[in-house]
């Protein structure tokens, strides 16, 4: 299964619309930027065995849990959305595998430095790779649980865009990598 990639508009409306420009991007080169996707589905009783197996292929030791809407998050649910919609990037490797909802990730397409964007749902299982600037963001439902995954303790420090993250080893570690392809 692939994922619908398009290139993100210009709207300055509620990021949790889709904002399709139109511009459709091949999953292909969606790859090619680094980032990595399966779809397994989401297992009824609760056992993770294929994600089990990734993450022991890929050396994960952690992982945790989060739900994110108003039931579970109330009046913090807002500023949490504001702060995954910022542009960052980590020095590791962002996994997440989507247990229910919908949301989208945009990541900077290099060297253009446009958006492209693609949503993902129920038993999609997505990892960035390290210096690949993206954002988070739900859907209008505004409703999602998923599995974050995690090589150390989990972390989830950013580092937002700018002239120090511009120039990080792992930034620039990253664009080597994809300029190979």
């Not at 619908?4 to 080169?29: E, F, I, K």
């Not at 910022?86 to 990730?105: K, N």
Request: glycine share 6%; aromatic share 10%; with cysteine.
């Amino acid at each position: 299964m692939t994922l619908t990639c398009y290139y993100l508009d210009d709207s300055p409306a509620d990021p949790r619309l889709p904002h399709d420009s139109g511009r459709t991007v091949d999953y292909s080169h969606v790859l090619a930027l680094g980032v990595e996707h399966w779809h397994i589905p989401v297992p009824s009783e609760g056992k993770y065995e294929e994600v089990d197996r990734i993450m022991e292929e890929r050396g994960y030791r952690y992982r945790d849990f989060v739900t994110l809407n108003k039931g579970a998050l109330g009046e913090a649910l807002e500023p949490l959305l504001v702060i995954n919609s910022l542009q960052d990037m980590h020095e590791f490797e962002e996994a997440r595998y989507i247990l229910t909802g919908h949301a989208y990730w945009d990541i900077r397409e290099h060297p253009t430095e446009v958006w492209v964007r693609f949503k993902v749902g129920p038993g999609d299982l997505v990892i960035l790779p390290p210096g690949m600037f993206h954002c988070f963001t739900l859907d209008e439902k505004t409703d999602l649980s998923a599995m974050s995954m995690f090589l150390e303790m989990p972390s989830r420090h950013a580092l937002p865009r700018d002239k120090i993250a511009d120039t990080n080893p792992y930034r620039i570690d990253y664009l080597k990598s994809i300029a190979a392809h």
